[in-house]
Structure formats: structure tokens, C-alpha cells
């Protein structure tokens, strides 16, 4: 990202970016997104914007050609880069087959630039899991064996949108390949949509837990289990998955 800000993002929207940044908010938000050396984001720079601001920007913007898009997703600024996705999103929700198709392969073949946590999680699922929901899925697995950590966040976050289809059965697949991911945000992001996995089939659930317990990232199970119950939670923990003698008891007492 050694470009300037103002040779990428377009002037209008450029200069409405500047005048809602926020340089305390700007400090805070490097330091939350761990920009140091060695660190997940490290070098990237931030003007100190808040969402609801930069989706309310964003929404204005919608009229931008693919070539706009592309320059501010090259942007050094993170803000420049989340609201070129925010527009992809917005004009992925009000495109026809033709439009779809064409920004689901575009946001593929930039994904380099969607290098953070926020920026995934803002239009993975809208734009890649929506496009593949009802479509082979194949790049997803690809993407999941990919070197790059945003790739991987990419396969396994874009499946929010199959559980929203009550389809569960690629969360679970891809969760499988990442579980010996040595990255600690792939182990949350497999936690969380195996939270909302949950949330649609319980026992599914608790049968991929069993099943994979052994090789399990622990932040990938806590994350996994937090809409349980917390006894249930702590018998989980320790790798306990049988009913308990109450919960038998119950379900006899109930049994017709």
C-alpha cells in the first residue's frame, strides 16, 4: 500500500472521508487492529471512522464504475478500503444476474486488498456466500487451503450466508480444513459460524464438536458454544458430550 490516498479514492468521496475522520478514534483503532510489527494488520493506517458513518458514505456512492472501486480498495487507509466494499455490497444487492456475477469474480480477484478482519466480515458473506449459495461451492475449499489468512477467513465467513439458507453442511466442511489453522482469527471465525451453525441445529452441532474435539483450536470451541448452557458448557470443555443422568431422567419422565 505505498500509494497516496488521493491518486485512489475519488475526490468527492475522498474529501467526505477526510472531513468524518477522527484522529484520537484513528490511534485507538491501530492499536485494535494490531498494525504493529509482526502483526496481523501491521502497517495499516487508519483516518478514525466509525461503520454507521462510512455505510451511510458509502450508500451515496453506489453510482461508482468497478475502475473507482478498485482504486479506493487499493487505498493504504482502511476506511478508503472498507467503503469500496461497502459499495460492492450495495451494488451487489441491486444487480441483476449479469451484475452479480461479474462483482462476485471481481471481489475474488481483489480479495489481497480485503487484508482485515472487519473487511471480510463486511461483504463475504454478502457478496461470496450469496453469489455461491446457490452454486457449486469448489473455490471456497480452495480458498480455505490458501496461504493467505484472509482467503481462509473468506471461505469459512462467506458461509453465513448457507446457514441463513438453513444449509450447514459446508460451515461443517470448511471448518474441518481450518481446524489446524495456526491463526488465532481463523479459530474465532470457525467458532463463530459454528455458534451460528448452532443456533439453527443444536445436535449438529454437538456431533461436530464430538467428532472433532481432539484437534479443536480451544478459542474455536469457546466461541462454538457460547449460546449454550453453561453447565452443559463446562462438560464440553472437558470433553464431555453423554447426557447426563438428569437429562435421561428427563426424557424418560417425558417419553410417551
Do not use: C
Not at 497516496?4 to 484520537?24: C, F, G, K, V
Not at 480455505?144 to 489468512?149: D, G, M, R
Not at 477467513?153 to 448457507?162: E, G, K, L, P, S
Amino acid at each position: 500500500m505505498n500509494k497516496s490516498a488521493s491518486t485512489l479514492a475519488p475526490p468527492d468521496l475522498q474529501r467526505e472521508l477526510a472531513q468524518a475522520s477522527n484522529a484520537q478514534r484513528a490511534r485507538n483503532l491501530a492499536w485494535f487492529f494490531k498494525t504493529g510489527k509482526g502483526e496481523y494488520g501491521e502497517g495499516d493506517e487508519f483516518l478514525g471512522i466509525t461503520v454507521p458513518v462510512l455505510r451511510k458514505i458509502a450508500k451515496r456512492y453506489t453510482h461508482l464504475r468497478l475502475a473507482d472501486v478498485r482504486k479506493l480498495l487499493h487505498s493504504r487507509l482502511h476506511e478508503h478500503r472498507f467503503t469500496a466494499l461497502e459499495i460492492l455490497v450495495f451494488q451487489y444487492e441491486a444487480g441483476d444476474d449479469d451484475t452479480k456475477r461479474k462483482l462476485f469474480e471481481f471481489y475474488l480477484k481483489q480479495a489481497r486488498w480485503i487484508n482485515n478482519w472487519d473487511l471480510v466480515d463486511t461483504s463475504a458473506p454478502y457478496i461470496v456466500g450469496e453469489y455461491l449459495a446457490s452454486r457449486p461451492r469448489d473455490v471456497l475449499y480452495r480458498l480455505a487451503k490458501s496461504p493467505n489468512v484472509w482467503e481462509r477467513r473468506i471461505a469459512i465467513v462467506a458461509t453465513a450466508a448457507f446457514i441463513k439458507g438453513d444449509d450447514l453442511k459446508d460451515t461443517f466442511g470448511i471448518s474441518v480444513l481450518l481446524l489446524k489453522d495456526k491463526h488465532d482469527l481463523i479459530h474465532k471465525a470457525v467458532g463463530w459460524m459454528l455458534r451460528e451453525a448452532g443456533k439453527l441445529s443444536q445436535p449438529a452441532l454437538l456431533k461436530f464438536l464430538e467428532q472433532n474435539y481432539s484437534i479443536m483450536p480451544r478459542t474455536a470451541l469457546r466461541y462454538a458454544i457460547e449460546r449454550i448452557p453453561e453447565t452443559q458448557r463446562r462438560r464440553i470443555l472437558k470433553g464431555v458430550f453423554g447426557k447426563t443422568a438428569g437429562q435421561q431422567a428427563t426424557e424418560r419422565a417425558s417419553a410417551p
